[in-house]
């Protein structure tokens, strides 16, 4: 079937990794006859932007997701452990991005530029990661490629809207109360996010200490590398910026790199943009990243001591796009051996490289 035949459903359409999915379908030309946005009876009939159309929303039903060739579910787990198996029977291809089903060894955990081997050719249901582990891991795969590497530390620097649409509308109104001189209580995180930064709110494993996005990264990424031993120390926090993760990341490595080895396998790596240029103390910066597809990697260093060679990066990556609908939509091209995704696997030259 030619790909723009395909009905694709976004459940979750009007939510803050919906609408994204739907803004990139938009650019890659995808016809609106064939996307069918999806969410709660809450939503039914809502208008929702599709380039220069406006799409109505639809109640998710099965009835719905019956008439679809894929589906990109983007709503919460629950809602995706009602629907999605289901709709992969009826021969949907789904991709779905909460955490329902990525540690189910039955269903493939998919980064593109990392894994694409990990799906199969009956694959009809496949998980998303969480976006913290697809923005490390889309970093760090030309390094593990070349040169190994044996041990991770990681602290994230996380957007508001990684918690949805909410997250953004509470930093909203917190910030503009803040400058007003008023206070106005927290509902989507534990503690205020205007000029604030705490660590993550979700729970804390009282046996380890490590909350659960720091346990998602790591048990993430040992199912992506393939490497359950693999030694990751990661530390997440939010902090008051809209969209766009960032995190400072230290990996040991196995072989050693020069610095301009690194530096060109970071340029030429699919999927990131390298974005330094100590001249002019240019590095990426959520603003910088945002809305793009490209992971901006920056702040390249490589230390010795005691025959341990570091490297050390600084990362943006737009969590809403890299991180949650556009690997989505790229799973789904692998899957169909289609162009939807439109710049998959392409190199970004980088405009501010030294
Ligand atoms: N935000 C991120 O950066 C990010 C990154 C990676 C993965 N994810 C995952 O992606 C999913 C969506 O996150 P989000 O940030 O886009 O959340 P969001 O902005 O809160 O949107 C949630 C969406 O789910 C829909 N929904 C809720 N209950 C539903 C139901 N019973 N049936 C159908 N639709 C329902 C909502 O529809 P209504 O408008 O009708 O309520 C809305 O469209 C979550 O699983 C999240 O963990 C998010």
Same mark, same amino acid.
Request: charged share 20%; net charge negative.
């Given at each position: &079937?030619?790909?723009?035949?395909?009905?694709?459903?976004?459940?979750?359409?009007?939510?803050?990794?919906?609408?994204?999915?739907?803004?990139?379908?938009?650019?890659?030309?995808?016809?609106?006859?064939?996307?069918?946005?999806?969410?709660?009876?809450?939503?039914?009939?809502?208008?929702?932007?599709?380039g220069?159309?406006?799409?109505?929303?639809?109640?998710?039903?099965?009835?719905?997701l019956?008439s679809?060739?894929?589906?990109?579910?983007?709503?919460?787990?629950?809602?995706?452990?009602? @629907?999605?198996? !289901?709709?992969?029977?009826?021969?949907?291809?789904?991709?779905?991005?909460?955490?329902?089903?990525?540690?189910?060894?039955a269903?493939?955990?998919?980064?593109p530029?990392?894994n694409?081997?990990?799906?199969?050719?009956?694959?009809?249901l496949?998980?998303?990661?969480?976006?913290?582990?697809?923005?490390?891991?889309?970093?760090?795969?030309?390094?593990?490629?070349?040169?190994?590497?044996?041990?991770? &530390?990681?602290?994230?620097?996380?957007?508001?809207? *990684?918690?949805?649409?909410?997250?953004?509308?509470?930093?909203?109104? !917190?910030?503009?109360?803040?400058?007003?001189?008023?206070?106005?209580?927290?509902?989507? @995180?534990?503690?205020?996010?205007?000029f604030?930064? @705490?660590?993550?709110?979700?729970?804390?494993?009282?046996?380890?200490?490590?909350?659960?996005?720091?346990?998602?990264?790591?048990?993430?990424?040992?199912?992506? =590398?393939?490497?359950?031993?693999?030694?990751?120390?990661?530390?997440?926090?939010?902090?008051?910026?809209?969209?766009?993760?960032?995190?400072?990341?230290?990996?040991?490595?196995?072989?050693?790199?020069?610095?301009?080895?690194?530096?060109?396998?970071?340029?030429?790596?699919?999927?990131?943009?390298?974005?330094?240029?100590?001249?002019?103390?240019? @590095?990426?910066?959520?603003?910088?990243?945002?809305?793009?597809?490209?992971?901006?990697?920056?702040?390249?260093?490589?230390?010795?001591?005691?025959?341990r060679?570091?490297?050390?990066? =600084?990362?943006? *990556?737009?969590?809403?796009?890299?991180?949650?609908?556009?690997?989505?939509?790229?799973?789904?091209?692998? &899957?169909?051996?289609?162009?939807?995704a439109?710049?998959?696997?392409?190199?970004?030259?980088?405009?501010?490289?030294?």
């Amino acid at each position: &079937m030619p790909e723009s035949q395909l009905r694709i459903a976004i459940v979750g359409a009007t939510g803050a990794v919906g609408r994204e999915a739907l803004s990139l379908l938009a650019e890659a030309g995808h016809p609106a006859s064939h996307v069918v946005p999806l969410a709660s009876s809450r939503s039914a009939g809502a208008p929702l932007p599709y380039g220069a159309c406006t799409l109505r929303t639809s109640e998710l039903t099965s009835e719905a997701l019956a008439s679809c060739d894929a589906a990109i579910f983007a709503a919460d787990a629950e809602t995706a452990r009602r @629907f999605a198996p !289901q709709a992969a029977e009826y021969g949907c291809l789904v991709i779905d991005n909460s955490s329902a089903f990525r540690a189910d060894p039955a269903v493939p955990l998919v980064i593109p530029e990392v894994n694409a081997d990990a799906l199969g050719s009956r694959s009809r249901l496949v998980a998303n990661p969480n976006c913290s582990t697809t923005i490390l891991l889309t970093a760090l795969e030309p390094i593990r490629r070349a040169c190994g590497i044996t041990r991770i &530390m990681v602290s994230t620097y996380q957007a508001v809207s *990684g918690a949805g649409l909410a997250g953004i509308d509470e930093l909203r109104e !917190q910030t503009r109360a803040a400058l007003e001189g008023r206070s106005v209580p927290s509902k989507v @995180f534990p503690e205020s996010c205007a000029f604030n930064v @705490f660590t993550h709110e979700s729970p804390i494993d009282l046996e380890t200490g490590f909350n659960l996005e720091e346990r998602k990264l790591i048990n993430e990424t040992r199912r992506i =590398w393939n490497t359950p031993d693999l030694e990751i120390i990661p530390t997440c926090v939010r902090v008051p910026v809209e969209r766009v993760h960032s995190q400072s990341v230290s990996a040991e490595l196995r072989s050693s790199i020069d610095a301009s080895s690194l530096r060109s396998l970071l340029a030429r790596a699919p999927g990131l943009e390298l974005i330094d240029d100590p001249a002019t103390g240019t @590095f990426p910066t959520p603003l910088r990243a945002a809305g793009r597809n490209p992971i901006a990697v920056g702040r390249p260093r490589i230390s010795v001591a005691d025959q341990r060679i570091t490297i050390s990066l =600084w990362i943006c *990556g737009d969590q809403l796009r890299k991180g949650a609908a556009l690997n989505a939509l790229q799973i789904l091209d692998h &899957m169909l051996g289609t162009t939807l995704a439109f710049d998959r696997g392409a190199h970004h030259a980088s405009p501010v490289e030294s």
